[in-house]
């Protein structure tokens, strides 16, 4: 078993006078928590396909570094490569530490991010004892995470340039990180986040990410979530969404790298009117494991959702797909579609998927679609009877399944990076023209 | 409550109209279970040594195992050590030849479920094997079948007379240690049917089998074999009904179907098991173990089934799609009332190359029922171009049911094809109104709408079963209406 000792490395984190008590005890509940379920294995159902061993043996350490000056700087050079220009408003997150190279004004137009110290209410009734019983992972991130970071937009604003969380992972021994996000949106206010995911590190690392959300009356969120990490990185995470009357969550999920990522989604629609839409696509290639795991709650009266992942699996890849809809009994008008297609381009890729309905009323109308094979040997032949040669006509064919779930994501500069990003891994990419 | 919601409800009430019990004296083994009443079974049954060796082993596994949980059910659980694992008419000695030397008393049974077991043998050329409890008693059109080569007979008589089949096929399809329930059958089964198609026969007849559950108490374990040789083909017909009774009654079953080179087998069931009362007290518990295997090439197995009875069904007939080309099928209808609960679905294991499978499940959910498909589809890396279409629906009517579908799809081979898709939806108000107001009655209606929902799997009955499998639809669902 592990030589880094949880309990220890915990004990010795909380030693610091400036924790405050709330945050103390969650902190200690979370702890508790954890050591009670420990890592999830594979016994459990939502764990049949994907085994955390290299995570549990790759002795990541959790305690809390300061940012040095060396990690700043190669930091600034990671986000030259990023996504959004500098205008964009950013923060930077490195090894789960808000970094000063962050360009984003503190204060600006009722948006404003602090660190959580103190309880939030609408965001602390989001994780307790069941969340972390729930997701044993969200009980570690949230006893190790060093800074809860908080984002909030008040009443009645809409702010149409996106925000741009970046998460880099650097350090040259195995690290894990616990980044945590908390949202807050406004009633009526509207807010776009790109929440990336990047690694200049070759060194196997762990991100184990929570992002909690809460959103009011009539609010919009769009969040996109890009992970573009090297082949040796870990990934977990949870998203943990509540949405009130009429309000609207659009998430986007893009997964490109990392060696075995596990995404949990858990979404509660809790009031009349609430909607959400999860589009998802991900390339696992090359001995890459992408788990994506999903959960929406219709709780309430004319909840709808939309789902769709889309996944490419290549040469020894794997990816697992479970997406769960609950429709409980007052939630008389429910609308819930779900689909989850994938390409197994690989004599030795697998997939695996699990699409779940759960329906306790019968006013409703929900559906569910998957389908697994590889590509359309008519629509191939159709491009090659135009005289397009036959690697070029699966790299085309490829490239516009994973483009349907692309064509959804509402920034175009996101769209654009994944667009090039999974075309860069495609054969005869270069051939394509101005196609891109 | 509107007028049409309380004469619906009035209709949902419906007493069961088969609840009775015949009066036949039973010989009980004290209820309760080890090793002793194991031994006691076999030595009752006059088993040969291998398996009675057979069934200890089976016991002595399944004292390791746990009850599963994993099925979206809930009951209070069973007393094992309650239930007596042995119930045989008295008067055995003197079994019955022909149907005229049965106990009258049986043959009442048979009519008062509306079963004339003579007349439908002779009008529908079916040869009926009838369990009546745990021991088979009357088995008809031998001669004829005999002429064919094929055997036809129950489980005990097989081994007397097959010792050889039974030791080489029992358990190689669902063995011991396969799960909780069917390891408790292999240790404790009482009898059931056997079948052997030799090679390049096509059985003259459907198989037909009435099981029918009559002594509280007695917890009824089936096992039924059938062997399809090379290049042979049978259609087999199981039916069930149960007399009321207040107490959960336990029925764990196994079945196990082995398809050689070119072999077919058709394997239909009406299940229609006391469900219990409108307040989900009493009700037959059945875990049954069903799965086939195409062993051979080409072969092919095709399970049908309509499930309207049982407090609790928890079954799920799969296919092991071993030889190359062979075809596995599902086709299930699932209607669950009142309080009943279904966990139902289907495994399509793929291992030969070019395999293919079709899955359509109909679920049906009324009151405050609770209906769940639960399958796998799952594609080896050997089965190139393997093939799979699943397909389940289901219906809620009224808002108290629950409908879920939890389907698991695995593939690991980049030829195969798999398709899934589900959808969950009630009687829409549209269709409803276009019926009411061209003079059909609000359950004529949901009946027309309900077979017309199922069709698909009735079409793949042998066709006097897709007529009793309609009339059991309505009498079981009628009038829940939301």
């Known amino acids: 078993m592990s030589t880094i000792n949880l309990q220890e490395v915990f004990d010795a984190s909380l030693d610091q006078p400036d924790i405050s008590a709330a945050s103390r005890s969650l902190r200690n509940e979370a702890m508790v928590s954890f050591n009670e379920t420990g890592f999830p294995s594979r016994k459990h159902e939502n764990w049949r396909y994907t085994d955390l061993k290299p995570i549990v043996s790759g002795e990541f350490d959790p305690s809390p570094q300061p940012i040095n000056s060396q990690q700043e700087k190669k930091a600034s050079q990671d986000i030259e490569k990023s996504i959004l220009d500098s205008k964009a408003l950013r923060l930077v997150f490195i090894n789960g530490q808000l970094s000063t190279n962050n360009t984003f004004p503190n204060e600006l137009n009722g948006l404003s991010i602090s660190k959580k110290t103190e309880s939030y209410k609408s965001i602390d009734v989001l994780q307790g004892k069941e969340l972390f019983k729930d997701y044993p992972l969200a009980a570690l991130n949230t006893a190790f995470s060093q800074r809860e970071t908080l984002i909030t937009l008040d009443e009645g604003i809409q702010i149409t340039k996106p925000l741009h969380l970046i998460h880099i992972n650097s350090g040259t021994e195995p690290r894990a990180i616990h980044p945590k996000i908390a949202i807050d949106i406004g009633t009526e206010s509207e807010l776009t986040i790109v929440q990336h995911f990047i690694s200049s590190n070759p060194e196997p690392g762990w991100t184990n990410s929570v992002t909690l959300i809460n959103q009011n009356k009539g609010s919009l969120l769009k969040l996109y979530r890009f992970q573009e990490y090297p082949h040796e990185q870990f990934h977990t995470e949870l998203l943990k969404s509540r949405l009130g009357n009429n309000a609207e969550l659009k998430l986007g999920y893009v997964d490109l790298g990392g060696k075995l990522v596990r995404n949990d989604v858990h979404i509660d629609l809790a009031e009349p009117g609430a909607a959400c839409s999860i589009d998802g696509v991900f390339l696992a290639i090359n001995g890459q494991h992408i788990d994506n795991h999903t959960l929406i709650e219709h709780s309430a009266p004319r909840t709808t959702s939309q789902e769709s992942f889309r996944g490419i699996i290549g040469e020894h890849g794997r990816g697992v797909f479970k997406g769960k809809v609950v429709v409980h009994r007052d939630a008389q008008g429910a609308d819930a579609q779900q689909s989850s297609d994938n390409l197994l381009l690989s004599e030795h890729g697998e997939i695996d998927a699990k699409p779940e309905l759960e329906i306790y009323t019968d006013d409703v109308k929900c559906s569910h679609g998957t389908t697994v094979g590889e590509l359309n040997l008519e629509q191939l032949f159709y491009l090659c009877s135009r005289g397009i040669d036959e690697t070029t006509a699966k790299g085309l064919l490829t490239f516009a399944f994973a483009n349907t779930i692309l064509q959804r994501i509402e920034v175009p500069e996101v769209r654009k990076r994944a667009a090039s990003s999974i075309a860069g891994e495609l054969p005869d990419h270069q051939n394509w023209g101005g196609l891109l | ?482």
């Open chain 2, 1 to 482: 409550m509107r007028t049409e919601d309380k004469e619906f409800s009035d209709l949902v009430k419906q007493k069961y109209q088969h609840g009775f019990v015949t009066d036949i004296e039973q010989e009980l083994v004290p209820p309760g279970l080890d090793e002793d009443v194991v031994r006691l079974i076999s030595k009752k049954k006059g088993e040969p040594l291998f398996l009675t060796n057979w069934r200890l082993k089976a016991y002595r596994h399944w004292l390791t195992m746990d009850e599963p949980t994993w099925a979206h059910v809930k009951y209070t659980p069973i007393d094992y050590q309650s239930i007596s694992y042995f119930a045989a008419p008295k008067n055995l000695d003197d079994a019955p030849k022909s149907l005229d030397e049965v106990d009258p008393a049986l043959l009442e049974t048979y009519d008062k479920l509306g079963i004339p077991l003579h007349e439908r043998a002779r009008l529908a050329g079916v040869a009926v094997d009838a369990v009546f409890d745990s021991v088979s008693v009357a088995t008809t059109f031998k001669e004829k079948l005999g002429e064919a080569g094929v055997v036809f007979c129950s489980f005990s008589e097989a081994v007397k007379t097959h010792p050889e089949l039974i030791e080489k096929y029992l358990g190689s399809v669902v063995p011991q240690r396969d799960n909780f329930f069917a390891a408790l059958n292999s240790a404790v089964f009482s009898d059931g049917s056997f079948v052997y198609i030799p090679k390049g026969v096509r059985c003259p007849m459907e198989l037909s089998t009435y099981f029918r559950i009559n002594a509280a108490n007695t917890g009824q374990f089936e096992r039924t074999l059938i062997i399809a040789d090379e290049g042979s083909h049978v259609s087999y017909l199981e039916g069930c009904t149960a007399p009321m009774r207040d107490e959960n009654q336990l029925h764990a079953a196994v079945v196990e179907l082995v398809a050689l080179e070119d072999a077919e087998i058709k394997y239909s069931t009406v299940q229609n098991w006391y469900p219990g009362d409108e307040n989900g007290v009493g009700g037959i518990y059945n875990f049954v173990t069903k799965r086939g295997d195409c062993r051979g090439a080409n072969s092919k197995i095709s399970w049908t089934q309509v499930e309207t009875g049982s407090a609790i069904t928890w079954k799920y007939p799969s296919c092991i799609l071993r030889g190359e080309n062979s075809i596995g099928e599902f086709y299930s209808v699932a209607l669950a009332n009142n309080y009943q609960q279904a966990d139902t679905g289907t495994k399509m294991v793929h291992i030969g190359a070019n395999t293919r499978s079709t899955i359509i499940s109909k679920g049906i959910s009324a009151g405050n029922a609770e209906n769940s498909y639960r399958g796998l589809v799952r594609i080896m890396p050997t089965a190139h171009g393997a093939r799979n279409y699943t397909q389940c629906d289901s219906l809620l009517i009224g808002d108290q049911c629950g409908a879920h579908t939890f389907p698991a799809v695995e593939s690991r081979n980049r030829n195969a094809q798999i398709e899934h898709e589900a959808t969950t939806s009630k009687i829409s108000d549209d269709q409803l109104f276009y019926c009411r107001q061209r003079g059909l009655s609000e359950e004529d209606t949901v009946n027309m709408i309900v077979n017309g929902f199922c069709r698909d799997v009735f079409k793949k009955l042998p066709m006097e079963f897709a007529v009793e499998a309609q009339a059991l639809l309505n009498v079981s669902l009628e009038g829940a209406v939301g």
